[in-house]
């Protein structure tokens, strides 16, 4: 049932557990009407189901970083591109991006109304939509929009609720989410510690960190600093979310075509039912 992942990243999600791990096509300006009643309601259950499933599974199959099959058809091929949305700047900051903290850049009402229909916490959200934004000056050829990285958000960590943890108002999610060793037991891994232990605690074995679940050797490689406080912290949600999204951007290039979305998953993670799963979610998010 289990199978090995990528090395640059882990999740939470049903059936793998913890282990070791960014616009301008499709830039939009304006937001969305808002989904439905019965839609939004759609999203919060999915989520919460999500959130119950994968507790049990990570208690059942003692946290190993593989992945369970979905189903037989989700692991024939990657699904298309998602639209990317990205939302319109704070009028303030409109063309400068890069000299404020990412989770500044949304407007107020935009983040108010989706974190409404998506339940997604505000304070999370705004660091998708920043990072979204940021990266529309960093990486013009890429596209991605904030739905993508709410997308692996969901999967990844339940947007760093999962195990009780939550984001503060300054981003950092506590308490930290720590994956299990990747000891190269079966269906994990098997990453030697690169760290020292300084992110993940652990001085003998790699561990996947934060709400977006990187390890340790990917973060140094590609940490940002989201809220530009000096520093890099893969348990704040600015870092993490902008870090995440340059990766799948670098990864990726033009993550609008199906070739780019297949490439950008496919290094976050290798599994095609993770891929269909991030898909969903940012189809939805996204509508």
């Known amino acids: 049932m289990l199978e090995v992942l990528s090395e640059h990243t882990g999740s939470v999600r049903p059936g793998r557990n913890l282990g070791g791990r960014t616009a301008s096509a499709g830039v939009e300006r304006r937001c ?3 989904v439905p009643e019965h839609r939004r309601r759609v999203i919060t259950a999915r989520v919460r189901t999500w959130a119950v499933v994968a507790a049990a599974v990570l208690l059942l199959t003692g946290c190993g970083t ?136 652990d001085a003998e074995w790699d561990r996947a960190v934060g709400p977006m679940q990187f390890i340790p050797a990917t973060w140094e490689s590609w940490a940002q600093d989201g809220n530009l406080d000096g520093r890099a912290d893969p348990h704040q949600i600015d870092d993490a979310a902008l870090t995440a999204g340059l990766y799948l951007c670098r990864s990726g290039g033009d993550v609008t075509t199906d070739d780019g979305w297949e490439a950008a998953l496919a290094t976050y993670n290798r599994s095609v039912s993770y891929a269909h799963e991030v898909t969903d979610f940012a189809e939805t998010y996204g509508a």
């Open 66 to 201: 593989g992945g369970g099959t979905w189903s037989p058809a989700r692991e024939l091929s990657y699904p298309p591109a998602p639209r990317q949305p990205v939302p319109a700047p704070a009028a303030e900051h409109a063309g400068d991006t890069g000299s404020v903290p990412i989770a500044d850049l949304a407007q107020r009402g935009w983040l108010r109304d989706v974190s409404r229909r998506t339940e997604i916490p505000v304070r999370v959200l705004a660091a998708y939509a920043g990072a979204s934004l940021r990266l529309a000056e960093l990486e013009p050829g890429c596209g991605i929009g904030w739905n993508t990285l709410a997308g692996v958000g969901a999967v990844e960590s339940v947007h760093g609720s999962y195990g009780g943890a939550r984001a503060g108002t300054d981003g950092t999610v506590s308490p930290p989410i720590v994956g299990i060793p990747l000891d190269g037991s079966e269906g994990v891994a098997e990453i030697v510690d690169t760290d020292g232990g300084e992110l993940d605690g």
């Open 32 to 34: 969305r009407p808002a």
